[in-house]
């Protein structure tokens, strides 16, 4: 028996479902917003905040925590379910270790970051990992790209002529990381922004 659940309108059958259906121990599978795929155990369930701990093992045998926001997700699929749960459904099977969850959230919070708010464009977020490349030291503030160091900052369009900054040479290198990106993102077409 498997149970799905689709797109925005699966909001509350969702949250229905997890809240009364999927016992902790159950191998799931979540989407989030932005197409990442988390396969595991539901480890554990908050629900005031409706945050969910999948926990995966990958190579090498090194397990990983991950927190979802269950508000959120926009697929969410139940592989296999765990047999009775008999500490009930928001209990963990085990103790799960607290500054794991912690480094979880955090490093959650950092690829949120690094993805790029809402509202901005593909081109953005695009540049965003071109630049990222080569200067690891940036972060989202809003819609503009900024150098932690304070040194520049890209604001939209994300066009050369949008580079500013503090340092002289840190901002003519953005800008010729800029003008390359939109060079190779026209050959490639818009519906398929560059890699590199």
Avoid at 30 to 50: Q, R
Avoid at 105 to 128: M, Y
Wanted: one cysteine or more; glycine letters at 6%; charged letters at 30%.
């Amino acid at each position: 028996m498997s149970m799905v659940a689709h797109g925005a309108m699966a909001t509350a059958k969702l949250e229905n479902e997890l809240q009364h259906y999927v016992p902790l121990g159950s191998i799931v599978l979540c989407v989030d917003p932005y197409s990442n795929k988390v396969e595991g155990e539901l480890v554990a369930m908050d629900e005031p905040t409706g945050m969910i701990i999948i926990k995966s093992v990958h190579s090498e045998n090194k397990e990983e925590l991950t927190v979802l926001n269950r508000d959120l997700l926009t697929d969410f699929e139940v592989k296999k379910y765990a047999p009775n749960n008999t500490r009930g459904v928001f209990m963990p099977e085990r103790i799960v270790d607290e500054s794991a969850v912690k480094r979880a959230i955090e490093e959650k919070v950092d690829a949120i970051n690094r993805v790029g708010p809402r509202g901005v464009s593909a081109a953005g977020r695009e540049l965003f990992k071109v630049i990222n490349k080569t200067y690891t030291n940036l972060e989202w503030r809003g819609d503009v790209i900024r150098g932690l160091d304070g040194d520049f900052v890209v604001h939209p369009p994300y066009k050369a002529d949008n580079v500013n900054g503090s340092t002289e040479n840190a901002v003519l290198r953005i800008k010729k990381v800029v003008e390359k990106f939109h060079i190779d993102f026209k050959k490639q077409g818009a519906a398929s922004p560059p890699s590199s």
